[in-house]
């Protein structure tokens, strides 16, 4: 059982669509990290959001860290091919000296 | 650019061989963290260390072994390979330690070994 539920898995859309993807889990972290990564390279972090309830904007990108900082969720406005790619979340649990990512949700964006 | 730097870029052995893959962390982070990605599949934990001591280890074999040396660049050895052993090998840096609020990784761009 993975410490973070990323949903969906996959998800295949046209161009100009909108999508959320959730990262969920039953422990509490310090901080919750997104990031995006594309075949053959490595994972770049997109964002990390750190206080219950946080809103963070990145251009189209709108990511959420819940109240209970349990949860977090990525919401893409107006998805374009250049999204496509592997969308992962992580964290670190306060006190412990572990880093947690999710099983990550392949995004592909049709033209 | 994340920083990090990861050589070999590819690596191609026999089973049964040993070989040993290098990461150099961005200037500052004292944490290094090992990951395994074969195809089409997550990020597999392997191990953590934090200016030269292991903080955590993850789903890394016996067969496999890590360190982080005074000028914190890291070393993952691999031994006694098996085809299964081909995949992705990443490497990724931080400030501070997992549970920190200094954990964000910075990742290389890792390392593809191949075992025929």
């Known amino acids: 059982t993975q410490l973070l539920e990323q949903s969906p898995q996959f998800l295949s859309i046209q161009e100009g669509e909108n999508l959320t993807v959730y990262c969920n889990s039953s422990?509490?972290?310090?901080?919750l990290q997104w990031y995006r990564q594309e075949p053959g390279e490595g994972p770049v972090l997109l964002v990390t959001?750190?206080?219950?309830?946080e809103v963070k904007k990145l251009k189209r990108l709108t990511f959420q860290f819940g109240d209970a900082r349990k949860d977090s969720s990525l919401h893409i406005t107006a998805a374009q091919p250049g999204d496509t790619g592997l969308y992962l979340c992580a964290g670190g649990l306060n006190n412990f000296n572990k880093f947690y990512f999710g099983s990550g949700t392949k995004l592909n964006v049709k033209p | 650019d994340s920083g990090v730097t990861q050589t070999p870029k590819h690596l191609i052995t026999a089973t049964g061989q040993r070989v040993t893959l290098r990461c150099s962390p961005r200037?500052?982070?004292?944490?290094v963290y090992w990951y395994q990605q074969s195809l089409d599949q997550g990020l597999q934990f392997l191990i953590q260390y934090y200016n030269g001591e292991e903080r955590a280890k993850g789903n890394i074999l016996e067969r496999f072994s890590a360190q982080q040396f005074p000028d914190l660049h890291s070393e993952l050895n691999l031994s006694s390979l098996e085809l299964g052993d081909s995949a992705l090998y990443f490497c990724?840096?931080?400030?501070?330690?997992?549970?920190?609020?200094?954990?964000?990784?910075?990742f290389g761009p890792g390392t593809r070994l191949t075992v025929l």
């Open positions: 959001v750190v206080t219950g309830g």
């Open positions: 990724a840096s931080s400030v501070g330690g997992a549970g920190s609020h200094y954990n964000e990784q910075f």
């Open positions: 422990s509490v972290f310090s901080s």
């Open positions: 200037s500052g982070d004292l944490s």
